[in-house]
């Protein structure tokens, strides 16, 4: 019969051979840290259009086990509200909390080069488990977690305090911080950000780091990790691909109402020199949201079917729409910013210069600005000034 510390064990190993846990601290907190009673009282299972609630209690105790400790992303919450029940009926939604796959979180731990003395600040508590594994080494003094929604703060803080760490769990915008634990070591932020707040930078103690994964989109975002200098600067660079959920304060609003009438008048129709399905690659989705940080991308399929793409900058009131006709792309463009021209753009001057990996995106975070450049590339270069 299968149980929760042979999956533990199972799971760890499984970590260790993919090249992500290899801090032997860290496998000590991986087996030990009890990730199912970071799961109450369920989670959804993805079945396309709609989520299957599966709790401990309604589900085989083997079959609840090899979910808890598989390496998925797990939804706990939808629609800011929903949790699962014992009824077993499918639900429709939108996912607000989960916990994420079990990779990303010991990827991003290993990242943090965490020392046993260390002080920790974590942005989106979330269940609590990643809390756990950083309490298991630093202890539970040294980690403060801030949790926007009240309901998820407190189940994760009961699941915390079951598990045996009574850390400082605070509810509240973790965009702010919490400056009456500052200063930190390390800032850890599990939830996306449009830009690594300048408040983050003051929490943190020179020689910190601070890991967080910008952008705005579901794709084509980057774990970006800095380091604060003694100038109150911090400097670093894109590591990894990384996918998040949006920090609630920041979440884009889906577009409402007619698109047609969003598109109705054009100032430019020109033949598009790349075809908008670049934009569902990753690193070219990333450059775009630094071109045009304001942006989002639509895709949707005219009545006969053929595809449609737009990307709106409702804040600037600039758009861009794609029509396609026997494989050639046309780009209808208006508002007071081109937005494909700037894009494409700056596409083109990476595609050549080699086409580099997100890896290559360098940045650096002033009280004033944001600066990314790509390494190699003088020519792509962005500065996005805050407003004062």
Known sequence: MTDAAFERRRMAVSLVNSGVLKSPWLRAAVEAVPRERFLRPGVFID?????????????????????VYGLDTLTTQLDGHLTADGTGE?????PTSSST??????GMIEALDLM???RVLEIGTGTGYSTALLCHYVGEDNVTTIEVDPQVAARADAALEAAGHSTWTVTGDGLLGHPQRAPYDRVVATCAVRRIPYTWVRQTKHGG?????????????GLAKVTVGEDGTAEG?????????QARAQAMTPLAGDLTARTAYADTDRLARLSPHVLEEWMPAFLAQLVAPGAQFVRATRSDGAPLRFLFDAERESFAEFIVDGGIWTVRQGGPVALWDDIERALVVWQD?????????RLRVTDRSHVYWVEGSPSLRWEHRLVR
């Open 353 to 361: 210069h080699g086409s580099p990996g997100i890896e290559a995106v």
């Open 47 to 67: 079945e396309g259009r709609t989520w299957r609630p599966v709790t401990a209690l309604d589900t085989d105790p083997e079959e609840w086990l090899r979910i």
């Open 209 to 221: 780091v601070i890991l967080g994964t910008v952008g705005s989109w579901p794709w084509g975002t």
């Open 116 to 118: 046993a003395e260390h």
């Open 90 to 94: 499918p639900v429709t939604g939108v």
């Open 237 to 245: 660079a894109i590591i990894a691909r990384a996918s998040f959920m």
């Open 101 to 106: 796959d079990p990779t990303t979180v010991v």
